[in-house]
């Protein structure tokens, strides 16, 4: 095709693009054109700057302001039921107070991955991105539960090995000097490097390639369902076919499946040649001890085969290496900002890990400050103002009469401080958890960062909580330690506050782009 057509063909299709946009506009809130999900009579639509303001601007107003109109619905709704609206569909906020009676429902009446997929991180655009894979069955989810975390203890010297290669293959170039780093990326190429090797094992965790295509498609993933989320559902098949973002997913989940089919195979012929199929251990080998094998030892026979663990795969690494690298991100621009907890959070990581001849396998556990400080931080810095995030799959009556019909989705509002059942809960207090542990003794863990309730649910909670929580936490207190042990940190010269978060939709991402001064420590 030469340029002249590819022309007239690129704007036949912005022509097409508009009028469906227009049509949309026009049909406004009609269902099955626009949004899914229903709206509550008693929950009122927050987001509008007039009564009468058309729904289809409310509902655009969500790329720009959503957080900002969730936190508004906090403030201005007494009840703490209201409504927020996307164009593609209808959220209703519960307060907090139902989630204890919520959080061990069935997925036959409320489903949490239909909630991921569809609506969930931002409409995951299941059929253009591979997502509704994970509608299937939760493999990832019992992998990751049920192999991952029992053994984690045992796979702290695994993480350790990774950090500490590759820093001495990635160096910072940190000297005893003052100097501007921007921290983020290396954070990433750590978080990639612990990930894979605790997912596929050694020699895969360490190719360069690899690593790098893991954060590619990550990308690739988030920017296509963040643009196609902008237009009504009915242009995505359009859409899907000719944005670029949509085209690089492609071409890295082609790559990725030619590194991970191999590797794929050749397990799986060992498999076949030891008569190992489905055990989690051989007495004629080795199994790989990652939760790429236990998902090959746990999958039903639809599920074994290269394409099928492939693509499942993505949807497990990819939450897991991103939301880590955001709560450290924001743990070390807010120990810029209140430099008064670094000294107690280093002196008790160097007294822990002298105790221990290093990184033990209880280490972690064992530093209570520092896991006090990050779920402060979780607690003022969620990656988005929406959790627990749920669709109804049958009519759920609560505890005092409110009804949820059958297809509603619902979310608990993270901006809803007030309404967390701790002592001034506006207040940022980087050692509450630890001070509330020291003083009752009984039933301290659930002070934990990983141990979820309904005033902690960054991680969900009840019975479909991240799985892999106690894994982040492991990590982030590592990533952490691996930072403040070796380099003293301060804001540069030119900021007197941490780097702002950016808000986009109901998310706050840390600035990736921001700065911290650094020097190596001469201890
Ligand atoms: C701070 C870090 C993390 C945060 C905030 C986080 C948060 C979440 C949330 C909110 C969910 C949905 C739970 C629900 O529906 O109630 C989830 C699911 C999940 N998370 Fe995490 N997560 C984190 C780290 C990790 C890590 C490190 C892993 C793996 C080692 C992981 C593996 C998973 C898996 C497998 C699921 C289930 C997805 C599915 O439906 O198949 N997460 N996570």
Not at 117 to 139: E, F, H, Q
Not at 211 to 216: I, K
Not at 320 to 342: A, F
């Amino acid at each position: 095709m030469d340029l002249e057509e590819t022309a007239k063909g690129g704007s036949l299709l912005v022509y097409i693009l508009a009028g469906l946009v227009i049509v949309y506009i026009v049909a406004g809130d009609l269902p099955g054109l626009g949004s899914r999900y229903r709206k509550l009579p008693q929950a009122p639509v927050v987001g509008a700057r007039f009564s009468f303001e058309p729904r289809w601007v409310t509902r655009y107003r969500f790329y720009s302001s959503g957080w900002d109109i969730i936190a508004k619905g906090n403030e201005t709704v007494p009840s703490g039921l209201f409504t927020v609206v996307r164009p593609e569909s209808n959220i209703t906020i519960i307060p907090r107070k139902y989630v204890d009676e919520l959080a061990n429902l069935t997925d036959d009446r409320l489903a949490s991955n239909e909630a991921i997929v569809n609506v969930g991180v931002a409409d995951m655009m299941g059929p253009y991105t591979g997502a509704t894979i994970l509608l299937k069955r939760y493999l990832g989810h019992h992998a990751v539960n049920t192999k991952l975390t029992p053994q984690l203890h045992m796979l702290v010297e695994h993480i350790q090995e990774e950090l500490e290669i590759t820093a001495s293959e990635d160096p910072l170039n940190i000297t005893e000097e003052w100097s501007e780093h921007r921290l983020s990326p290396y954070i990433y190429r750590l978080m990639a490097r612990i990930t894979s090797r605790l997912f596929l094992g050694v020699p895969i965790c360490r190719d360069k390639k690899w690593l790098q295509l893991q954060l590619d498609l990550v990308m690739a993933i988030f920017q296509t369902i963040l643009l196609m989320r902008n237009y009504p559902r009915f242009t995505h098949p359009l859409l899907g076919a000719v944005i670029p973002a949509r085209k690089r997913l492609n071409k890295c989940m082609e790559e990725l499946h030619e590194f991970l089919e191999p590797l794929i195979e050749e397990r799986m012929a060992i498999d076949a040649k030891y008569n190992s199929r489905g055990q989690m251990t051989s007495d004629k080998y080795e199994k790989p001890n990652d939760v790429m094998q236990w998902m090959m030892d746990i999958a039903t026979d639809e599920e074994y085969t290269p394409d099928n663990l492939a693509n499942r795969f993505v949807y497990t690494i990819m939450g897991s290496i991103r939301s880590v690298v955001e709560v450290v991100m924001n743990c070390l621009y807010e120990l810029v900002e209140r430099p008064e907890y670094i000294e107690p959070i280093r002196e008790e990581m160097r007294q822990v890990l002298a105790e221990d001849g290093g990184w033990g396998k209880r280490s972690a556990s064992r530093m209570l400050k520092t896991d006090s400080f990050i779920k402060e931080i979780s607690r003022h810095y969620p990656p988005s103002a929406l959790a627990f995030r749920r669709i109804t799959k049958q009519k759920i009556v609560l505890h005092d009469g409110l009804v949820l019909p059958k297809d509603t989705y619902v979310c608990i509002a993270t901006t809803s401080l007030a309404q967390d059942d701790v002592p001034d809960p506006h207040e940022f207090d980087g050692f509450r958890y630890f001070n509330e542990r020291m003083s009752h003794k009984v039933g301290a863990s659930r002070y934990d960062y990983a141990s979820t309730d309904s005033t902690h649910i960054g991680f969900g909670h009840g019975r479909n909580a991240c799985p892999g929580r106690f894994a982040a936490s492991l990590e982030s207190k590592m990533l952490l330690a691996h930072i403040i042990l070796q380099f003293d940190i301060k804001l540069p010269p030119s900021r007197v506050t941490r780097p702002k978060s950016v808000k986009m939709m109901d998310f706050k991402i840390q600035d990736s782009t921001a700065t911290i001064m650094m020097r190596k420590r001469k201890e």
